[in-house]
């Protein structure tokens, strides 16, 4: 029995010793991450995503010491998650990193959509995505946006300003009046009141639904209609210039952000800060060249004046007052983050073509 007893605890004593040879506090890790979005990689957004945030990530983790490291799967296009869906499968885990079009997830994600919401802003896309981290920052309810779906927000996204690519000629508000236009989500308000049909669609379908005549135009901004060549089918653009916006975001699941260690969640946050400044400048530069690729291909462009842009505003309801109202009905701070929006355009030297708020 004393035997025994001496046997167990050396064989105990040498498990214990073993363990101590291949244990660490602070093992390596691979993790397994999944990012996705609902737009294929000829968006820079998921361009960018692609060939800067990840590859950045990576870069980062192995100047750390490379203890820790990440296997990427990347499902572009809608293969994973399709467009409006890319929120619920963060939040599920579905997927662990995800561009988010607050756009199309305007019933859940209502304050994030206020841009869309006061149109004939800014053309400036740097200052829309600081007025939404500003917001974000000093309003709860705008980061809980992200924070209640189970995600941790990254990056914003802003898109170079918006204008009609059409079947037909626009020189002013008044030609698109019994026409049908393609308008995604809030931008629909947009053509309120101006005798236009909204039809609601998305990047994915414009070119087709041009050119098969469920609509004859399309309300969307340049590097879009550039990348998947709406001019071909709609060759006459308008650049109304009803602003610059923001679509949305970068977000990582919050229980796969939770599992990393303190200073992995840096290199995301830290990463994720440069994305939304390079994707700023990348949208704003290929804004430039999409006009011109455009023109070189015959599209005939109008710019279209201050004037008649001011006319166009006049024309609408009072979109953005509505907006805020219903959002306070709904217990949000409508009023707080319409004020907030537009105090930071005019904190910026915006001079508004309509002032929403008074």
């Known amino acids: 029995m004393k035997n025994f007893k001496h046997i167990i605890m050396v064989i105990t004593m040498t498990f214990l010793m073993l363990s101590g040879m291949f244990y660490t506090p602070a093992m390596a890790k691979t993790y397994k991450m999944?990012?996705?979005?609902?737009h294929p990689p000829i968006f820079l957004w998921v361009t960018l995503t692609r060939d800067f945030f990840i590859p950045e990530v990576d870069k980062r983790l192995a100047a750390a010491g490379g203890k820790d490291k990440i296997i990427w799967n990347q499902a572009y296009g809608g293969t994973i998650a399709k467009l409006g869906g890319v929120l619920e499968a963060v939040e599920e885990g579905i997927v662990d990193l995800g561009f988010v079009g607050t756009i199309f997830e305007a019933p859940k994600m209502p304050l994030h959509n206020v841009s869309y919401m006061t149109p004939f802003g800014t053309s400036d896309i740097f200052k829309i995505v600081d007025i939404m981290a500003e917001l974000q920052e000093n309003i709860p309810a705008v980061a809980n946006e992200w924070t209640k779906y189970n995600q941790v927000y990254l990056g914003g996204v802003g898109l170079d300003t918006y204008g009609l690519l059409t079947k037909f000629p626009v020189n002013t508000v008044d030609d698109i009046k019994g026409h049908k236009i393609?308008?995604?989500?809030?931008?629909?308000?947009?053509?309120?009141?101006?005798?236009?049909?909204?039809?609601?669609?998305?990047?994915?379908?414009?070119?087709?639904?041009?050119?098969?005549?469920?609509?004859?135009g399309a309300l969307t901004f340049m590097t879009a209609g550039a990348a998947i060549k709406v001019y071909e089918v709609a060759p006459n653009i308008c650049m109304v210039n009803f602003g610059a916006?923001?679509?949305g975001g970068l977000s990582v699941n919050k229980d796969v952000f939770d599992s990393f260690p303190p200073y992995m969640q840096k290199i995301f946050r830290e990463v994720g800060a440069q994305y939304s400044v390079k994707l700023a400048q990348a949208q704003t530069d290929k804004a430039k060249g999409a006009m011109e690729t455009m023109k070189k291909a015959g599209a005939n462009i109008k710019y279209l004046s201050d004037k008649e842009?001011?006319?166009?505003?006049?024309?609408?309801?009072?979109?953005?007052?509505?907006?805020?109202?219903?959002?306070?009905?709904?217990?949000?701070?409508g009023k707080k983050v319409l004020k907030g929006f537009l105090d930071g355009l005019r904190k910026r030297g915006v001079v508004l073509v309509r002032e929403w708020d008074k």
Request: avoid cysteine; charge should be positive; glycine fraction near 12%.
């Open 34 to 38: 999944t990012s996705a979005a609902g």
């Open 309 to 333: 842009r001011t006319r166009w505003a006049g024309k609408l309801p009072e979109v953005p007052m509505n907006w805020a109202a219903s959002m306070e009905k709904k217990g949000l701070p």
């Open 245 to 247: 916006q923001f679509a």
């Open 182 to 216: 393609a308008a995604p989500g809030p931008s629909a308000n947009w053509i309120k009141g101006t005798g236009a049909v909204a039809v609601a669609a998305n990047l994915n379908t414009y070119y087709n639904g041009i050119k098969t005549g469920v609509f004859e």
